[in-house]
T-cell receptor
Framework: GAVVSQHPSRVICKSGTSVKIECRSL??????MFWYRQFPKKSLMLMAT?????????EQGVEKDKFLINHASLTLSTLTVTSAHPEDSSFYIC???????????FGNGTRLTVT | GNSVTQMEGPVTLSEEAFLTINCTYT??????LFWYVQYPGEGLQLLLK?????DKGSNKGFEATYRKETTSFHLEKGSVQVSDSAVYFC???????????FGDGTTLTVKP
């Protein structure tokens, strides 16, 4: 089945530094990838939709200058949390699908802790 | 607007009990419907799906039927196991559209 690899699975960084999270579709081409944030015992909050070769579409309330998304190829999207602060600590999850009518395939998530 | 409402948790059952997690949706057109499962510390995995009215999705003993007349997609399992303990998310995706809409998730705990 379709596999999405997300890396790293855990990262601890100091306040003010930047962290990059990678999301790769390993055996299919993903025209569109999605980035979510999940708070403890909460549902997924869609942050942005990432389209290959174009600018990401951010959801209302998500700072695009803080959460930089790049989708340079059909198999790779990255999320960079810039100038991280403790309130950015969360579980970030990416997902991808081959086309609009296919299920989403999720990465295993990245636990970000900002100290 | 589009939305998914699923049964609030947490749900605690004994092993071999019957499980129902209710899910209803509000959407225009004919969306595809999904149930995803999230085990602790992991991302979401597709559990089952249905793409048109009256379709039944099934996997690992779980079932859900696409009911257009009641806009529902309730998840059921006849006999749960401890290993089914997880968070379950109902979701839909409009036909030929990118974004999916997720419910808030229902935490299931199965006790031996």
């Amino acid at each position: 089945g379709a596999v999405v690899s997300q890396h790293p699975s855990r990262v601890i960084c100091k306040s003010g530094t930047s962290v990059k999270i990678e999301c790769r579709s390993l055996d299919f081409q993903a025209t569109t990838m999605f980035w979510y944030r999940q708070f403890p015992k909460k549902s997924l909050m869609l942050m942005a939709t990432s389209n290959e070769g174009s600018k990401a579409t951010y959801e209302q309330g998500v700072e695009k200058d803080k959460f930089l998304i790049n989708h340079a190829s059909l198999t790779l999207s990255t999320l960079t949390v810039t100038s991280a602060h403790p309130e950015d600590s969360s579980f970030y999850i990416c997902s991808a699908s081959g086309d609009f009518n296919s299920p989403l395939h999720f990465g295993n998530g990245t636990r970000l802790t900002v100290t | 607007g589009n939305s998914v409402t699923q049964m609030e948790g947490p749900v605690t059952l004994s092993e071999e009990a019957f499980l129902t997690i209710n899910c209803t949706y509000t959407a225009t057109g004919y969306p595809s419907l999904f149930w995803y499962v999230q085990y602790p510390g992991e991302g979401l995995q597709l559990l089952l799906k249905a793409t048109k009215a009256d379709d039944k999705g099934s996997n690992k003993g779980f079932e859900a039927t696409y009911r257009k007349e009641t806009t529902s997609f309730h998840l059921e399992k006849g006999s749960v196991q401890v290993s089914d303990s997880a968070v379950y998310f109902c979701a839909f995706r409009p036909y030929n559209a990118g974004k999916s809409t997720f419910g808030d998730g229902t935490t299931l705990t199965v006790k031996p």
